[in-house]
Each structure stands twice: as C-alpha cells, then as structure tokens.
C-alpha cells in the first residue's frame, strides 16, 4: 500500500520506521551506534593493510584482496539492495577524524568551484581504470596502499575543511554509494513535517551543543531522497523532537520526481549528477567486460592498431568509447528519437539529463550481479584466509589448518539464473523510471517518448546478458 504521506516526501510503503523496531530501534538512536559500526571495520582495515604489506602476495590467500575485492564489494550491493546506504553509515574512513577533531578545528571553506559531483566522476572512472590497468585485485601489496590512501584522504579533508567535502564531492566509493542508495528501501526521513514546522533549533542541520548536524548540508525539512545521505544518524541524533526516522519507500520512487532537495538541488537541474549515474550505468557494463576474454581480443587488436606495446593507451581508448562515445551517441539517439516522437520541443540536454536517472535500476542490476558472482562465489575463501593469517601471527594454527579448496556458498549452477534475476529486474526497474518520466513528458502519448528509451534499455540488457555468458575470470579466487 502506498501511504497517505506520499507527496511529503518518497513514496512511503505504509510507516514502516527501522527506529521503531525493538532492538534495531534502540541500537540506531543510541549515540555511539555509529562508532560501533565503524570500529571494528577500522580494526579489520589495519589487519587487512597489515597482511597485505607483509603477508602473502597471492591475492586468495590474502586479507586484503579477498576482503576487499569479494566480500566488501558483495555486502555493499547487498545493503544498497535490502536497507540503504549502510557502507557510508560504517564507514571506518571517517572514524580517525573523531579523536583528533579536539586538536584541530576545520577553518576552510571546500571551493565553490569543486562543489558538484565532476571531481568524484573523474576519480570514480580513474578507480575504476587504475583497477583494471594495475590489476589491484591480484595485488594484496597495491591493495593496502589503496586502504591506507584513502584513510590519509578522508582524514585530511575532512579534518581541515567545514562540513565532509570528501564525502560529498570527492570519495569514489561514497559517490558510488549515492547513486546505489536512489534504488534502496529506506531513506532517512522526517517522520512529521508539522513538527519540523513549529520547530525553533532546526538542530538536525545546525546541531547542538553535543551533537553535530548534518554535515552533508541536507536540512531534515526539506531533504528528499537519498542523494547525499550517508545514513550517518547525526541528524537522528540531534533532533529534540525525535522526528527522523529511517523509514521504509517505495525503492526508485525519487527518479522521477524533480522536487527541490535541501543540498542538492533539483535532479533534473543537476548534469553533473546525471553524469554521474551515466557512469555508474555504463561503467557496471565496463567493469564487467574487464573479466571475459573478448576483452583480451579487443585490446591486442587495438595494441596493433595503434602500434603500442604498453596497455594504458589502449585501456585508455577502451575506456573512453565506453564512458563517453558510447553513452552520448546511445543516448543522444535515444533522446532525439524520444524527442521527435513525442513531438517535445525542449532541447536536448535537460531531456538527457532527466532520462539518465531511469539507467539507475538497471546500473545496480548489473552491479549487483557482478559483484554477487564474485561474492558467492568466493564466499568462503576468507576461512582459509584467516586461518592462515591466525597461524603466521601466532606461529601455532589455532583456527586449524587452512583447507584452500572452499570457495562458493551456493552451487555455481545457482550463479547464472542469480544475474539473469538481477539484470532482468534492474532492466524492468529502468523502463518503469523511463515510462513515469514519458508520461510526465507526453500526458497523452507517453509510448512515444518512452519506446526509444525502452530500446536503449532493452540494448543495454542485451549487452549485460551477453557479458554475463561469456566466462568470467574468478578474480581473487583460486579458480581464477
Ligand atoms: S530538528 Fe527535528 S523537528 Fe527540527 S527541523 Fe530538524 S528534523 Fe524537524
Ligand atoms: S541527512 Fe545528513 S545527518 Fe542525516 S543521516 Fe543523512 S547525511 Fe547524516
């Protein structure tokens, strides 16, 4: 059932609130529910930098590669999918700012210039193009130096500069994880808008004495969605009249509203953000491709082609077909047709704009079924990981001796009908998104507008069908 309160913010399904649950309630709105989170994950982020400077370097047997590459990667699209965006909300990252806050009070202002999401496109693509070209999967040693880079990162512009620039405009994976969190069930939210009306603190966005507002800069009142949010709970916590809650939505019901959200603005007026869910949809397609052989094909093709001998130019060149050739010409010609059919007369840029959030659905399929494949079906190669790790450490195997033949949690037969499942419902999600959008566009021929995008959709589904068929490389495990 969808409730009354639909227009008050997303699409409520009844008032299910993750705070009114009995111990899931009590462990959120405890205050130090955050740090519970983020220190042990800070914990297991030293081991893993530990193991993979001096451990071993074969990515399977190590903690780093085998953490990082299967299991973190699986447990972020599984939360993004089941509550939100959980992954921000433990993020070990931003734990070490704490302590030292009291020594050094943040004096700068992030640039005007830097405030939008491009920089985090540029650093999302240039992961994801350093991931392939380094080969960082296989690399326990590279690996922890990405861990221990990204801690310095975070701790160093979050430390110095007002708010979390790092969150909001910088970090990969939190770009990454806004984009995922636009399809999650829940959402943090007002729980009565009276309230906030009658309310003087406003303590949600300006804090308290004890407790810090929101850093991202979305006031309570008039947040939206989930762009933005890293499920932090400060604002939950600085509330005085208990109104934020962590409630329940219909997932993706925000693509297609274009309502003014506090510290982000309008979708439909944000290209950057666009942008950024562009590379989110087709670089799920690109990170794919990096682990069939045709890949391999192609790239010693285009190495003759070109008459190099070194990969960069030529993952290079693949990179920039499929991030920025291939969308602007698929999608230009999916909008222009769009357009025509419709017989809309606005230009081309804002329809793209809007129409580039019905791809989220079908990015986060994709994505999901990757990193799924990979999760499970290297679910229990950290056992012998740790035994072996205990055993180094201690010189005694006091977890026993590793046993290196288990690997998936399911049949890999499983593992094939699981990503046709997600690519089928992303590919599904996305044409609901595109069809909302077309009968907003074109009230009373909405088919027109929306079959252009149906196909580009549908060509895409094809793709990742096709990607999925072919044999992927078991990266981090030992079948790879
Ligand atoms: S502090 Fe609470 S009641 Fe006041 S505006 Fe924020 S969410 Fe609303
Ligand atoms: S709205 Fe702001 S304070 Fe509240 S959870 Fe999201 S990021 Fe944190």
Not at 121 to 129: D, E, G, N, P, V
Not at 171 to 185: A, D, E, T
Not at 193 to 199: D, E, H, P, S, V
Request: positive net charge; aromatic residues 14%.
């Amino acid at each position: 059932m969808i409730g009354r309160n639909a227009t008050a913010s997303t699409r409520r399904i009844a008032s299910v609130d993750l705070l009114d649950w009995p111990l899931m309630g009590r462990f959120l709105r405890w205050r130090h529910a955050r740090a519970a989170l983020q220190v042990p994950l800070l914990l297991l982020a030293a081991l893993m930098v530990w193991d993979g400077l001096t451990g071993p370097q074969l990515a399977p047997k190590n903690l780093a590669t085998t953490l990082t590459w299967l299991h973190y990667r699986g447990f972020v699209v599984l939360a993004l999918l089941a509550f939100g965006n959980l992954f921000c909300m433990a993020c070990p990252f931003m734990w070490p700012r704490l302590p030292l806050e009291r020594l050094v009070r943040a004096r700068w202002v992030w640039p005007a210039r830097l405030r939008s999401k491009w920089l985090g496109i540029l650093l999302l693509a240039a992961f994801l193009f350093a991931y392939e070209l380094f080969d960082l999967w296989a690399s326990p040693w590279w690996t922890a130096w990405v861990i221990v880079g990204y801690f310095a990162a975070a701790l160093v512009v979050n430390l110095f500069f007002q708010g979390a620039p790092f969150c909001k405009y910088i970090c990969p994976i939190g770009q990454f994880n806004f984009v995922g969190s636009l399809v999650s069930p829940f959402e943090v939210a007002v729980r009565d808008y009276g309230t906030c009306t009658a309310c003087v603190s406003k303590a949600c966005f300006r804090g308290q004495e004890s407790q810090r507002g929101c850093e991202l800069w979305l006031f309570q009142e008039k947040k939206f969605g989930n762009m933005d949010c890293t499920f932090c709970l400060d604002c939950i916590h600085a509330c005085p009249h208990d109104n934020v809650g962590l409630r329940l939505r219909l997932p993706g019901s925000e693509l297609w509203e274009n309502r003014l959200r506090s510290g982000v603005g309008r979708l439909w007026r944000r290209p950057d953000v666009a942008a950024l869910v562009v590379l989110f949809a087709f670089g799920a397609l690109l990170n794919a491709f990096g682990m069939v052989s045709p890949v391999y094909a192609l790239e010693a093709w285009l190495a003759r082609l070109l008459g190099v001998t070194t990969e960069w130019p030529v993952l290079g060149l693949i990179f920039f077909a499929a991030l920025v050739v291939e969308p602007a010409l698929l999608m230009g010609g999916a909008g222009w047709l769009s357009r025509r059919l419709s017989g809309h007369t606005e230009p081309l840029l804002p329809l793209l704009v809007r129409y580039a959030y019905a791809l989220v659905p079908f990015g986060m399929g994709v994505w999901a079924a990757h990193y799924l494949f990979h999760f499970l079906s290297g679910f229990w190669g950290a056992v012998p990981v740790v035994q072996n790790l205990v055993w180094d450490m201690m010189g005694v195997p006091l977890l026993g001796r590793p046993n290196w033949g288990l690997g998936p949690l399911v049949p890999l037969a499983w593992l094939d009908m699981l990503e046709v499942g997600f690519i089928g419902l992303g590919t599904w999600g996305s044409w609901l998104v595109a069809y909302r959008l077309a009968s907003q566009d074109a009230p009373t021929r909405p088919w027109r507008a929306f079959l252009p995008w149906a196909a580009l959709v549908g060509l895409l589904a094809l793709t990742a069908l096709w990607l999925m068929s072919q044999p992927m490389e078991m990266r981090g495990t030992f079948l790879g």
